[in-house]
């Protein structure tokens, strides 16, 4: 068992090496450093994506297929060369992004924006006008003016979405940002992504959903990372936010907000086997949906991610959302609450989610009761909390047992499974925001 002093120790050891790391060479080719982190593998038995043959990434490339991006069209290059088919270039690659690459800069690095995308037919008054409830009804939209947002929204999947391929590792140097564009992650095996600040992956073009929630929704279709259909994924030391462009400062429409970002990092569509440690996701709504229906099928004996060592920081919801899979949430740190917090962890349809050794800071009136949320789940497994509420000292705290003295119907207290793939002993709860805070998010890997 790993003593608090030591605990401290390697914390500072480690903390000393990051701070110190060399900067990328003025050649533009990466430091030794950055050669060497690019090629690690994810460790023996962290995690779910640690099981069977373990996540390797791009760590057998040649050295033709390693390549620095500083745009877009560098970015699509390296991961294969076209962007409609690099997901199946299963060819081992590594890419290491350096500076800003914007997913709405143009071929020839002509910046784009949304007016640039757009379907010739489409335009937002128009839109506003013709399908205002009050005249249209709560009934989906239909006609010719829907017809161009769908067609404009096949444009901008087009420009920021970036599919990327089987053995791949994108890892960031010191400072590297991707903004306004989405990772996705589909149909492939074998890929890690480090290092990387990801910013304001906006939809130009949400759609207007009448029938969802009382009142209907804008709902938005991009994720800064999204995982789906495949195996073997790990998401290690990025920040999530969104940029100068906040949910809060965008404007309402038919009396709900317009809403231009979905989910930081999606787990869905039949994914499983993805670990996603020591991540910063900030000032967001929606970050984390590991399952994305409540129909029973495919899902079912899928969807296994392991969530350690990250810290949500006023965040509002889905810190996971989690349906079907075996979910192994622990040792990250929660800061919460104030105006727009939801819930933290979501249980839902046949979920089995265990949550262990996880710290939660709580502002405003928010408490342990308001931390969990049913979503037509039965049970979870939960051990270990901690909570240090407004200005009390931390103390340890049954979430379950708030939620259920709270709530009706109660959730069970066991999730069906024991976690077994974790490369360490559990940190003590009162460490954690120590832990956690010092190395989550990207630009703590000595790159």
């Not at 979905?262 to 991540?279: E, F, Y």
Request: hydrophobic fraction near 40%; include cysteine.
């Amino acid at each position: 068992m790993r003593t608090r002093t030591a605990v401290v120790a390697a914390l500072t050891a480690a903390l000393v090496l990051t701070t110190a790391a060399p900067a990328p060479a003025a050649t533009g080719r990466p430091s030794r450093a950055a050669e060497l982190i690019g090629r690690q593998a994810l460790a023996a038995n962290d995690g779910w994506a640690a099981i069977g043959t373990g996540t390797t990434g791009g760590s057998a490339a040649a050295p033709d297929r390693v390549h620095v991006v500083r745009t877009r069209a560098e970015l699509v290059a390296a991961l294969g060369g076209d962007n409609a088919t690099n997901a199946a270039d299963a060819t081992g690659k590594i890419v290491y992004v350096a500076g800003t690459v914007d997913g709405f800069e143009g071929p020839d690095g002509t910046p784009l924006d949304c007016a640039d995308l757009a379907d010739p037919e489409y335009s937002l008054p128009a839109y506003l006008a013709a399908y205002d409830p009050a005249t249209w009804g709560r009934v989906n939209p239909s006609g010719p003016l829907e017809a161009a947002r769908v067609r404009s929204v096949a444009n901008q999947t087009r420009q920021t979405q970036i599919n990327v391929g089987s053995n791949t590792t994108i890892i960031g140097l010191r400072g590297a940002r991707l903004t306004g564009l989405t990772l996705m992650i589909d149909r492939v095996d074998n890929v890690i992504v480090r290092n990387i600040e990801f910013a304001d992956a906006r939809d130009c073009f949400p759609a207007w959903s009448p029938t969802d929630g009382d009142t209907g929704n804008w709902n938005s279709q991009y994720d800064q990372i999204s995982v789906r259909r495949s195996e073997h994924v790990w998401i290690d030391h990025n920040t999530f936010t969104d940029g100068d462009n906040p949910d809060s400062a965008q404007p309402v429409y038919f009396g709900r907000p317009w809403q231009v970002h979905d989910g930081s990092l999606d787990v869905t569509h039949t994914a499983s086997l993805v670990t996603v440690s020591w991540n910063r996701f900030t000032g967001r709504d929606k970050v984390m949906l590991i399952g994305s229906s409540n129909t029973v099928g495919p899902d079912v004996g899928r969807l296994d991610v392991t969530v350690r060592h990250n810290l949500f920081d006023g965040t509002l919801q889905r810190l996971p959302r989690v349906r079907f899979g075996r979910v192994d949430v622990h040792e990250n740190h929660y800061r919460l609450g104030g105006p727009g917090f939801a819930y933290a962890l979501g249980v839902g349809v046949q979920s089995a989610l265990y949550a262990e050794n996880n710290f939660f800071t709580l502002t405003g009136d928010t408490g342990p009761a308001d931390l969990l949320y049913d979503w037509g789940g039965t049970a979870l497994t939960e051990r270990g909390s901690w909570v240090r509420q407004g200005d009390r000292l931390p103390r340890p705290v049954s979430l379950l047992a708030a939620y259920n003295a709270a709530h009706d119907p109660d959730l069970g207290g066991d999730a069906g499974w024991t976690p077994t793939l974790r490369a360490a002993r559990p940190l003590p709860t009162p460490l954690v925001p120590l832990a956690v805070d010092a190395f989550a998010g990207a630009g703590r890997l000595p790159l």
